[in-house]
């Protein structure tokens, strides 16, 4: 017995003191993915052998959520483990809107820094720079590199606005003093052409809603932008960007036998989608299908990488999405044209923009070979939880916060995930216990017609049993009331005596 107390705590002693054995981390995070884009899970007829590959030899999750419905919230709980509807600043922003996580908090990166790692973010940010008006000629302060990350590459916001231009640290990439970068929300530049003035400009995408300002590599975008001709970026290059600076952080990694955590946040298959070349027309399904397998591709490469090196048994995986599918999401790209009879949205009701079920609910994958075991789990598990498990599986004291620790759920040796959960969709809250959800009234209407999306927002209570009803067609608000007077005093107590966000209330009386 004394035996094997000494090699327990010397295995601990080994794994705390060096590097190489501690697992490397590699967040994979993609954009407006559905659980019926990813093959694995049998819903849609696109084909995603590598998305595949980390879902058959790891965890794959049927029942596993980001905090909310669109793509900034979702960010920040991931990053620091804290509802976003407790910050105000925490929704949809615009590519120059200050950083929205107090650089004092506590985040994900900050975490495996105290645990001897390095950190990186290659992809998409949206979570806001500087702390208020942004030169981008000058280094930008507050950034990625403030809130834990070592290394940044990044684009500001989204692909569909402006700046379309890459941050590494904390310059604008390829911007020469000659012809400096002026970005706005608010006005166009004098004598400066968009979409609306010069049609003629948008030779590769023509918006649909909402992207009718600064026209760049022939594809309308919101918000307005001069100069800065040396630093704009290629849309069909950018996955190949991000692939080379990805497998580079990897292999300076490996070199240095230095564990890091890389959290690779893809751009696909968010609006414009824009695929290479290589992979146009290769779905059947028009740019938003090109756009999938192109990730795909992607994420291929990065397995090619840790297996020819052999840091896959070595390395955990986790591969997520921000929030569910849109098909028509501001450009004229045929995704509902020719969808075919693939299902990105895997049957939920709603989408991105949704408190319904296929806002939230999203596709979650944990791989890690030789350690994780292939199986299927219906535990109920979120993104927000990331923080608070890693920490503890690394045994990283952090402040408390919304997260809990579920690190032998994502590890694939438990099936009890969370009890409750709170979602959110542009500042309005629904609350998920056990196999029901409830979604209090809200004023406003109950399509978003521009995208087909049902909101989840009527003016009474919806109450649903996803263990029965999975696809929310059966509202028992009105048949089961002592279910709903429990879930809404439960919710009361989850939520607080108000919240701030978009500056509503809930109401559960």
Same mark, same amino acid.
């Given at each position: 017995?004394?035996?094997?107390?000494?090699?327990?705590?010397?295995?601990?002693?080994?794994?705390?003191?060096?590097?190489?054995?501690?697992?490397? +981390?590699?967040?994979?995070?993609?954009?407006?993915?559905?659980?019926? =884009?990813?093959?694995?899970?049998?819903?849609?007829?696109?084909?995603?052998?590598?998305?595949?590959?980390?879902?058959?030899?790891?965890?794959?999750?049927?029942?596993?959520?980001?905090?909310?419905?669109?793509?900034?919230?979702?960010?920040?709980?991931?990053?620091?483990?804290?509802?976003?509807?407790?910050?105000?600043?925490?929704?949809?922003?615009?590519?120059?809107?200050?950083?929205?996580?107090?650089?004092?908090?506590?985040?994900?990166?900050?975490?495996?820094?105290?645990?001897?790692?390095?950190?990186?973010?290659?992809?998409?940010?949206?979570?806001?720079?500087?702390?208020?008006?942004?030169?981008?000629?000058?280094?930008?302060?507050?950034?990625?590199?403030?809130?834990?990350?070592?290394?940044?590459?990044?684009?500001?916001?989204?692909?569909?606005?402006?700046?379309?231009?890459? +941050?590494?640290?904390?310059?604008?990439?390829?911007?020469?003093?000659? =012809?400096?970068?002026?970005?706005?929300?608010?006005?166009?530049?004098?004598?400066?052409?968009?979409?609306?003035?010069?049609?003629?400009?948008?030779?590769?995408?023509?918006?649909?809603?909402?992207?009718?300002?600064?026209?760049?590599?022939?594809?309308?975008?919101?918000?307005?932008?001069?100069?800065?001709?040396?630093?704009?970026?290629?849309?069909?290059?950018?996955?190949?960007?991000?692939?080379?600076?990805?497998?580079?952080?990897?292999?300076?990694?490996?070199?240095?036998?230095?564990?890091?955590?890389?959290? #690779?946040?893809?751009?696909?298959?968010?609006?414009?989608?824009?695929?290479?070349?290589?992979?146009?027309?290769?779905?059947?399904?028009?740019?938003?299908?090109?756009?999938?397998?192109?990730?795909?591709?992607?994420?291929?490469?990065?397995?090619?990488?840790?297996?020819?090196?052999?840091?896959? @048994?070595?390395?955990?995986?986790?591969?997520?999405?921000?929030?569910?599918?849109?098909?028509?999401?501001?450009?004229?790209?045929?995704?509902?044209?020719?969808?075919?009879?693939?299902?990105?949205?895997?049957?939920?009701?709603?989408?991105? #923009?949704?408190?319904?079920?296929?806002?939230?609910?999203?596709?979650?994958?944990?791989?890690?070979?030789?350690?994780?075991?292939?199986?299927?789990?219906?535990?109920?598990?979120?993104?927000?939880?990331?923080?608070?498990?890693?920490?503890?599986?690394?045994?990283?004291?952090?402040?408390?916060?919304?997260?809990?620790?579920?690190?032998?759920?994502?590890?694939?040796?438990?099936?009890?995930?969370?009890?409750?959960?709170?979602?959110?969709?542009?500042?309005?809250?629904?609350?998920?216990?056990?196999?029901?959800?409830?979604?209090?009234?809200?004023?406003?209407?109950?399509?978003?017609?521009?995208?087909?999306?049902?909101?989840?927002?009527?003016?009474?209570?919806?109450?649903?049993?996803?263990?029965?009803?999975?696809?929310?067609?059966?509202?028992?608000?009105?048949?089961?009331? =002592?279910?709903?007077?429990?879930?809404?005093?439960?919710?009361?107590?989850?939520?607080?005596?108000?919240?701030?966000?978009?500056?509503?209330?809930?109401?559960? @009386?």
């Amino acid at each position: 017995m004394k035996k094997l107390i000494s090699i327990l705590l010397l295995s601990t002693i080994l794994f705390h003191s060096h590097g190489q054995n501690k697992p490397n +981390i590699i967040l994979i995070y993609l954009d407006d993915l559905g659980v019926g =884009d990813v093959g694995a899970y049998q819903k849609g007829t696109l084909r995603t052998p590598n998305f595949d590959k980390i879902a058959k030899g790891g965890v794959r999750f049927t029942n596993a959520y980001a905090t909310s419905a669109t793509c900034t919230p979702s960010r920040f709980a991931l990053l620091t483990g804290k509802y976003p509807w407790r910050n105000p600043k925490a929704k949809i922003l615009a590519g120059d809107a200050p950083l929205i996580i107090d650089t004092a908090s506590m985040t994900l990166p900050k975490m495996f820094k105290k645990a001897g790692y390095k950190t990186a973010v290659v992809g998409k940010w949206h979570l806001g720079l500087g702390n208020g008006t942004i030169d981008w000629n000058t280094a930008i302060q507050e950034n990625p590199n403030d809130v834990g990350f070592d290394e940044s590459f990044i684009m500001a916001a989204t692909t569909d606005r402006v700046p379309t231009v890459y +941050i590494q640290n904390r310059q604008v990439v390829g911007l020469q003093a000659s =012809d400096p970068l002026y970005v706005s929300y608010e006005k166009n530049f004098p004598n400066q052409p968009t979409a609306l003035s010069n049609p003629e400009l948008m030779t590769k995408q023509k918006w649909h809603h909402g992207h009718n300002q600064s026209v760049h590599n022939g594809i309308p975008r919101i918000g307005f932008m001069k100069g800065g001709k040396s630093a704009l970026w290629v849309d069909e290059e950018m996955t190949n960007v991000f692939l080379e600076k990805t497998l580079n952080f990897i292999e300076q990694n490996r070199q240095a036998n230095q564990p890091f955590f890389l959290y #690779y946040a893809l751009q696909q298959p968010h609006v414009p989608r824009v695929p290479n070349p290589a992979f146009v027309g290769k779905s059947g399904m028009g740019p938003r299908g090109d756009a999938i397998l192109e990730a795909d591709w992607a994420v291929g490469e990065v397995l090619k990488k840790l297996e020819a090196t052999g840091m896959d @048994k070595n390395t955990l995986i986790l591969f997520s999405s921000d929030n569910g599918p849109v098909l028509n999401d501001g450009y004229h790209d045929e995704a509902m044209e020719k969808l075919g009879k693939h299902d990105p949205f895997a049957g939920l009701r709603g989408g991105k #923009y949704s408190l319904f079920e296929g806002g939230a609910k999203v596709p979650l994958l944990a791989y890690w070979k030789g350690t994780i075991q292939p199986a299927v789990s219906n535990a109920l598990v979120c993104q927000l939880d990331f923080l608070t498990s890693l920490s503890n599986m690394l045994h990283v004291s952090i402040p408390q916060n919304d997260g809990l620790d579920f690190m032998n759920v994502f590890l694939g040796k438990s099936n009890k995930g969370r009890k409750e959960l709170v979602l959110e969709a542009s500042g309005n809250l629904a609350y998920r216990q056990g196999n029901y959800v409830m979604i209090p009234p809200y004023k406003g209407a109950p399509l978003l017609k521009e995208v087909n999306i049902e909101l989840g927002i009527l003016p009474d209570f919806q109450l649903y049993d996803l263990s029965k009803d999975p696809f929310q067609r059966h509202n028992l608000a009105s048949s089961s009331t =002592d279910i709903l007077q429990k879930l809404k005093k439960d919710m009361q107590k989850a939520i607080g005596d108000s919240y701030q966000s978009t500056g509503k209330g809930v109401e559960l @009386k």
